[in-house]
C-alpha cells in the first residue's frame, strides 16, 4: 500500500517555463512533507519542506503548496533551468524526520 | 550543508558472502542514522532506524539478521548484509540527521 504516490514518472518542460511536479498521500497522520532532489549515482538532497500548518512555502525559484482536504501537494518550479533536470522525490513524515515515506519519484527533464 | 559519506559506491559480490556499507557524518554527529534501500523505478523505503549505543529498530518485513545495523560511534553507522543473494541487488543510501536530514551518495550491490 503506497501512502506517498507520484503519478508521473516523468516531465519534460522548456527551459524558463514552469515545472510543476506532484504528489497524493493517503495517511491523514502525516504532517511533514518533504522534496528531495536525485542526480543519478548521487544521494538525494533536500530542496523544500513544508508542515501541515501551512498551505504554501517558497524559497526562490521553489515553491511547495499542500491541500490538506485533497492531500496533495505539488512543487513548482519557475523559471525552469536545464541544471534542475533530475529525479524529484516527494517524502512526508508525521513527526518532523523520523521514517520518511518516499514516492517512486518523477524524472523532470528541461530542454532549451 | 552537512555532510554525509557513504562507502563503497558500488560493490559487486557473489552469493553467499557478506558486504559492509559506511556510513560516515563527517562534520557533525549523528545519534540517529537511517537505511533505506531503493529498487528500480521505485521508491526508497526505510529499512531501520540506527541509534547509537542501541540496538537498530527495523521496518516491518526488514530481516535482522540478514542486515546488520552496528551504530558504535556518533559519525558511523554501518550496514552489514550476510549472505547475500541475488534478490539483494539494490541501492542502499544512508541518511543521518542534523538540523535536516543528510543523504549519502548511496551504494549500489550487484550480487552474482
Known amino acids: 500500500d503506497q501512502q506517498v504516490k507520484q503519478n508521473s514518472p516523468s516531465l519534460s518542460v522548456q527551459e524558463g517555463r514552469i515545472s510543476i511536479l506532484n504528489c497524493d498521500y493517503t495517511n491523514s497522520m502525516f504532517d511533514y512533507f518533504l522534496w528531495y532532489k536525485k542526480y543519478p549515482a548521487e544521494g538525494p538532497t533536500f530542496l523544500i519542506s513544508i508542515s501541515s500548518i501551512k498551505d504554501k512555502n517558497e524559497d526562490g525559484r521553489f515553491t511547495v503548496f499542500l491541500n490538506k482536504s485533497a492531500k496533495h501537494l505539488s512543487l513548482h518550479i519557475v523559471p525552469s533551468q536545464p541544471g534542475d533536470s533530475a529525479v524529484y522525490f516527494c517524502?512526508?513524515?508525521?513527526?518532523?524526520?523520523?521514517?520518511?515515506?518516499f514516492g517512486a519519484g518523477t524524472r523532470l527533464a528541461v530542454h532549451p | 550543508g552537512a555532510v554525509v559519506s557513504q562507502h563503497p559506491s558500488w560493490v559487486i559480490c557473489k552469493s553467499g558472502t557478506s558486504v559492509k556499507i559506511e556510513c560516515r557524518s563527517l562534520d557533525f554527529q549523528a545519534t540517529t542514522m537511517f537505511w533505506y534501500r531503493q529498487f528500480p523505478k521505485q521508491s526508497l523505503m526505510l529499512m531501520a532506524t540506527s541509534n547509537e549505543g542501541s540496538k537498530a529498530t527495523y521496518e516491518q518485513g526488514v530481516e535482522k539478521d540478514k542486515f546488520l545495523i552496528n551504530h558504535a560511534s556518533l559519525t558511523l553507522s554501518t550496514l552489514t548484509v550476510t549472505s547475500a543473494h541475488p534478490e539483494d541487488s539494490s541501492f542502499y543510501i544512508c541518511?543521518?540527521?542534523?538540523?535536516?536530514?543528510?543523504f549519502g551518495s548511496g551504494t549500489q550491490l550487484s550480487v552474482l
Open positions: 517524502a512526508a513524515s508525521s513527526g518532523g524526520y523520523n521514517k520518511l515515506i
Open positions: 541518511s543521518a540527521r542534523a538540523e535536516k536530514l543528510f
